[in-house]
């Protein structure tokens, strides 16, 4: 069972354009919800978090949108970029859990020069 | 800047052989994990650790096995490797507390013949 379900598996972009992803989550005890991008050959590294006293989290051209209500989240990526071309993982995890994170099963992005 | 260390980036290991994977991070982080990542099922948690000598089960630990000697480091053991690990193998670490960034090593490429 998934617990954080993510969509799209992949996407392909314009330059310039606005990548969106979505993810819903059931476990209303989540209380951490970041973002990991992971470039080919890499490990996936921290790109922008939120919690969820937040509805908004900009950092750049990326923002997390949190939605309480509906247990979702998702990020945006405005002006997407050829070297933003990468998998992206949604995760949560929940306090005195040993910060043990459930992924999100990754969506591919390609921005297309 | 946090360095997690995975000993190598391509192995690979015949059916049957006992395998080691060794990861190091080198800021005294209290909690490890291994993950393996494969195409389209995300990361899936094999084993982690919150202290040394400490272990739990993730979702997938059939067929591994870990050991935490130190605080530093972290090995997975495939007792006797199958086809069925070949596998991006993926170590990260995170100190505890509330929100707090996991941080990855590049990844083992195994492959199983």
């Known amino acids: 069972q998934q617990q954080v379900k993510q969509s799209p598996q992949s996407l392909i972009v314009q330059k310039g354009g606005i990548s969106i992803i979505n993810c819903a989550y059931e476990?209303?005890?989540?209380?951490?919800f970041p973002w990991y991008q992971q470039f080919p050959g890499k490990g996936p590294a921290l790109l922008i978090a939120?919690?969820?006293d937040v509805s908004e989290k900009k950092e750049g051209r990326f923002t997390i949108s949190f939605n309480k209500s509906a247990k979702q989240f998702s990020l945006h990526i405005m002006d997407s970029q050829p070297g933003d071309s990468a998998t992206y993982f949604c995760?949560?995890?929940?306090?005195?859990?040993?910060?043990?994170?459930?992924w999100g099963l990754g969506t591919s992005l390609a921005v297309n020069p | 800047d946090v360095k997690v260390t995975q000993s190598s980036r391509y192995l690979v290991k015949r059916t049957g052989e006992k395998v080691f994977l060794e990861c190091v991070q080198d800021?005294?982080?209290?909690?490890m994990f291994w993950y393996r990542q494969d195409p389209g099922l995300g990361l899936r948690l094999i084993y982690f650790?919150?202290?040394?000598?400490?272990?739990e089960k993730g979702d997938i630990p059939e067929g591994y096995s870990v050991s935490r000697e130190k605080k530093e480091r972290f090995s997975l053991i495939l007792e006797s490797a199958s086809t069925n690990q070949t596998s991006m193998y993926l170590c990260?670490?995170?100190?505890?507390?509330?929100?707090?960034?996991?941080?990855f090593g590049q990844g083992t490429r195994l492959t199983v013949v």
């Open positions: 990260a670490s995170n100190p505890p507390g509330k929100r707090t960034e996991a941080f």
């Open positions: 800021m005294d982080h209290e909690n």
């Open positions: 650790s919150y202290d040394v000598k400490m272990k």
């Open positions: 476990n209303t005890a989540f209380d951490y």
């Open positions: 939120i919690r969820p």
């Open positions: 995760a949560a995890s929940i306090a005195g859990n040993n910060r043990k994170l459930i």
